[in-house]
């Protein structure tokens, strides 16, 4: 354990994507640093495997679609008036879309712009309401190094993740005044169903050409986890509306 056992005891927070990869390491990682996780995902089968991995108890588990930002923002309303103010929010529920430009329709933008943006814009929404996190709290936001670097194919999921990160940095004005911080992490390419189903549908000397933009090589998700703990954690009250890389290296070059 790299940070203090109990540094989040009594902590209610959030994480959506808690069904899969690197929202279901991070919500185990919180539970083990003592906090209380509201665990959200789709799939109830997967959600269940992530409850049962949590330590200690009084943790939630709940089901829901975040692809539209008026329903997450009503769903993350409820949800803190069910069970008190949130001291964090974890959002990770998003998909991702390797498809050229030329081919991207609109039912392409809704999909990747759907939990990955509108969820994240809904939980933006929730968080500006008095009540809905805590004063002090910190919110957090699963971004990717697509939105500060060109690749092919990424045009769509680039423009999603891009307005996650311009998104933060206005938010974080307008929540600053209740000290509630909002950051986004700019991930690189991390070994998860999503990054599996990616290498699965491209040739190897494409992967290995990918893995090498990645000084450290591809990350797990325990290394987003950890960034996740810091933003979330009173280690980083100082810091809001940025957007910090956590990507083995791969936007230095
Ligand atoms: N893996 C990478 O290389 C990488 C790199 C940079 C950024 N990211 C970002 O990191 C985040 C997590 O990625 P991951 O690799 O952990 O992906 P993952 O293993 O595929 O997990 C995605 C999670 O998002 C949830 N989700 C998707 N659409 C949803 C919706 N409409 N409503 C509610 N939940 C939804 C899924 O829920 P169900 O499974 O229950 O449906 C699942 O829990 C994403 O935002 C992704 O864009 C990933």
């Known amino acids: 354990m790299i940070f203090a056992s109990d540094c989040l005891a009594g902590r209610r927070i959030l994480v959506t994507g808690a069904s899969s990869g690197i929202g279901r390491e991070t919500a185990i990682r919180l539970a083990q640093h003592g906090a ?121 999921y680039s423009a999603a993740k891009g307005a996650v990160d311009g998104m933060v940095r206005a938010l974080a004005t307008e929540l600053a005044t209740r000290r509630i911080r909002a950051n986004s992490i700019v991930s690189g390419a991390v070994e998860t169903a999503m990054h599996n189903d990616f290498v699965s549908s491209v040739d190897e000397t494409l992967v290995a050409n990918y893995r090498d933009l990645h000084l450290l090589g591809f990350g797990q998700p325990g290394d987003v986890a950890n960034a996740a703990i810091f933003l979330l954690s009173d280690a980083s009250v100082w810091i809001t509306g940025t957007s910090m890389a956590v990507d083995g290296g791969y936007t230095a070059k």
């Open 36 to 156: 209380q996780l509201i665990a959200m995902g789709r799939d109830e089968g997967r959600l269940a495997q992530t409850a049962a991995a949590l330590a200690g108890d009084g943790h939630l588990v709940r089901a829901a679609d975040l692809t539209d930002a008026d329903a997450t923002a009503d769903i993350v309303q409820a949800l803190a008036k069910e069970v008190g103010p949130l001291h964090g929010v974890f959002h990770s529920a998003g998909s991702s879309l390797v498809l050229p430009a030329k081919l991207t329709k609109n039912r392409h933008l809704d999909e990747v712009f759907g939990a990955g943006f509108r969820g994240a814009f809904g939980i933006a929404r929730a968080a500006a309401k008095k009540g809905v996190v805590a004063d002090g709290g910190s919110v957090v936001f699963m971004s990717s190094v697509s939105s500060l670097r060109g690749r092919q194919g990424m045009v769509a």
